[in-house]
């Protein structure tokens, strides 16, 4: 992998018009969903309905840019065939690659579309190189999206030892946990990332407001309490407050979002081929704002990689979108573990 | 049905383990996972110190497994499991797919498909299967019926494993949530989760415990046990994994194999166990339900 090349930037697509914003406003790539279980941001009123799909694939390639299709949760015995369907629609609508998890679906997409591209999606797990070797090895992936759990230097450490691309996480909201080892949620509501493509699902979810304050439960458990002047949070069970020996405090994670905008040159110079940005749940107006933002820095740290530095006004931009409009460099950072 | 003691997941300090598999040595289980699987900065037992435990179990007529660690990061984590995969004496569970490519690579055809590689259908299980696995430990969210179903579709069956009892590995992170709540950083823990032996509960604002920060990773707060379903399990796998806990496990173990033996009812063991657990009971995964739920069938 040259160290020249150009950082691919793949934007959020949980709708035809999001795909069309992040197109407009300079995205490589949009990645999307299926409007079932078979993608990992199964929502009430987001993804694609094949004719939409076909729409946005026409599109983005009338443009030059590329679609990526996720297929992120793990089939089951029983819905098997629901996710090679999957597969085969992807393939017969052109898609330019699909992002997997399972190696079982993974076998079956590189049997029977030997021309596909194949991603090895966040859910797949893989934070080392030997384990992205291993989906190389078998089925010919060409991509991998790493979990948020590496530092910088552990990055590099993968990037030099793989023949695959190594796409991270840029901006959006912050999964504390591997992607893929996260059973939280299922735990609490019998819905999970894994197998529904889920996390803290809406249908359990419960705002009241009490004595205490505006709560927010999920399937019942206390997730978190507001005061009067503080803006309640969507009950995502890692970002809430809890006791942890009597203090009450964020014992997992704050509610705040990933940004890397900063260190773009450093991840430029270890030969990360391409940068997602989460949020296919937001809305286009925030696919617009933060699409536009990273073109601009991805063209800039192209240009001159040694002279470039976040603007003020990229960050505060990013921030207004950020949850609880705060940012975190979260794991590429040490101190952050 | 055999038993199994999973690895120990929490940080206890050097004699301690060393006591509590002595005192395993003459226990009803079958087959024992020793091995680091949560966190590398853990010290007080070195590889070498694991293959010392596991010749006495094995002295003992145990199996011993070496279980690998869940989450790998570093060089230094892939240098560990080079040499968990390089000893040729015990099994390996790999619980990453980097330790599956290791041990296919390395020709083992014995290992164990741990419970973090996410199977959830006949496909992966087969190409596993093809890779060297020769045993299936389940990941503790899957259901009895989607489990059932998983086996029913294998063209060869395999030996499969169960979580029976103990509180769930639910997560991992880069981040350590002890040393967050010490407000230390990672790298400079301090190994304050040293000695904590069961992991500290972390409560609902309304006191309700929900989860238990164990470092990196983060487990349900009450104690999934299958002691109630046992009848149902029976077909389903061949063998049932209890957890250690800081304390009663090896009283655990003896209420599973009473239940297992006809020597004791099942509603007597449960009742008479949930004495010894560190908090209240929840089965609910194995009926396809919230896992933090006890879910008693009509």
Same mark, same amino acid.
């Given at each position: 992998m040259t160290q020249s090349q150009r950082i691919e930037l793949v934007c959020p697509a949980g709708s035809l018009p999001a795909l069309k914003t992040a197109i407009d406003h300079g995205a490589d790539c949009v990645y999307l969903g299926f409007k079932?279980?078979?993608?990992?941001?199964?929502?009430?009123?987001?993804n694609f309905d094949p004719a939409q799909m076909r729409e946005g694939i026409a599109y983005a390639h009338a443009r030059r840019r590329k679609v990526l299709l996720a297929l992120n949760t793990y089939p089951q015995s029983a819905n098997w065939a629901g996710w090679t369907a999957a597969v085969d629609r992807a393939a017969e609508f052109g898609i330019d690659a699909v992002i997997l998890a399972d190696p079982g679906l993974m076998a079956y997409a590189a049997k029977t579309h030997p021309q596909l591209r194949l991603h090895l999606s966040v859910?797949?797990?893989?934070?080392s190189y030997e384990a992205i070797n291993f989906y190389h090895e078998r089925f010919g992936i060409q991509r991998a999206v790493l979990p948020r759990v590496l530092s910088m230097a552990q990055v590099e450490q993968v990037v030099g030892r793989t023949p695959v691309e190594i796409e991270v996480f840029?901006?959006?909201?912050?999964?504390?946990?591997?992607e893929g080892r996260c059973a939280l949620s299922a735990y609490a509501t019998?819905?999970?990332?894994?197998?529904?493509?889920?996390?803290?699902?809406?249908?359990?979810v419960r705002w009241e407001q009490t004595p205490q304050g505006m709560e927010t439960r999920l399937n019942g458990i206390l997730i978190d309490r507001f005061g009067e002047q503080e803006r309640a949070g969507y009950p995502t069970l890692c970002k809430g407050r809890f006791e942890v020996n009597d203090e009450t405090y964020y014992a997992i994670e704050e509610p705040t979002s990933l940004n890397t905008l900063e260190m773009l040159p450093e991840l430029a110079r270890i030969g990360v081929a391409a940068i997602k940005i989460e949020g296919?749940?937001?809305?286009p107006a925030y696919v617009a704002q933060v699409t536009k933002v990273w073109r601009a820095a991805l063209d800039r740290v192209a240009a001159d990689p040694a002279g470039f530095q976040a603007l003020p006004a990229w960050m505060a931009e990013l921030n207004k979108v950020s949850e609880g409009q705060s940012h975190t460099l979260g794991a590429y950072y040490r101190p952050w573990k | 049905m055999k038993l199994s003691l999973g690895p120990l997941l929490y940080y206890w300090p050097r004699q301690s383990v060393l006591d509590f598999y002595a005192g395993i040595?003459?226990?009803?289980?079958d087959i024992v996972h020793l091995g680091e %699987?949560?966190?590398?900065?853990?010290?007080?037992?070195?590889l070498d110190d694991w293959l010392e435990v596991a010749a006495m179990l094995a002295d003992a007529g145990k199996e011993a497994v070496l279980s690998t660690q869940s989450l790998i990061e570093s060089e230094s984590d892939l240098k560990t499991l080079r040499r968990v995969v390089g000893q040729p004496r015990f099994r390996v569970e790999a619980n990453d797919m980097a330790a599956v490519r290791l041990l296919a690579e390395a020709g083992r055809r014995d290992w164990i498909a741990g419970p %973090?590689?996410?199977?959830?259908n006949p496909h992966t299980l087969g190409l596993l299967i093809e890779a060297g696995a020769t045993r299936w430990a389940v990941a503790? /969210?899957?259901?009895g019926a989607a489990l059932a179903e998983v086996r029913a579709a294998l063209p060869t069956p395999i030996e499969t494993e169960v979580f029976?009892?103990?509180?769930l590995p639910l997560a991992h992170s880069a981040r350590c949530f002890t040393a967050r709540h010490y407000n230390l950083q990672k790298d400079n823990c301090?190994?304050?989760?040293?000695?904590?032996?069961d992991g500290l509960v972390l409560r609902t604002r309304?006191? /309700?415990?929900?989860l238990t920060l164990n470092g990196v990773q983060t487990q349900s707060a009450k104690v999934h046990t299958l002691l109630g379903d046992l009848s149902a399990i029976e077909g389903c796998a061949e063998i049932l994994r209890i957890s250690p806990q800081g304390s009663h496990t090896r009283a655990i173990v003896e209420h599973f194999r009473a239940t297992l033996d006809g020597r004791e009812a099942p509603a007597e063991a449960l009742a008479a166990s949930t004495g010894q657990m560190p908090a209240a009971p929840c089965n609910g995964f194995w009926h396809?339900?919230?896992?933090v739920e006890q879910f008693v069938p009509a």
């Open positions: 079932d279980a078979t993608n990992a941001r199964n929502f009430t009123g987001l859910q797949g797990s893989a934070t840029g901006f959006g909201g912050l999964c504390v946990m591997v019998g819905e999970s990332p894994n197998c529904n493509g889920a996390c803290s699902p809406g249908k359990h296919r749940q937001r809305s | 040595a003459d226990s009803p289980v %699987t949560v966190c590398s900065r853990r010290h007080e037992l070195r %973090t590689l996410n199977v959830f503790p /969210e899957m259901s029976g009892y103990g509180r301090e190994f304050r989760c040293l000695g904590i032996a309304e006191g /309700e415990p929900f396809g339900r919230p896992g």
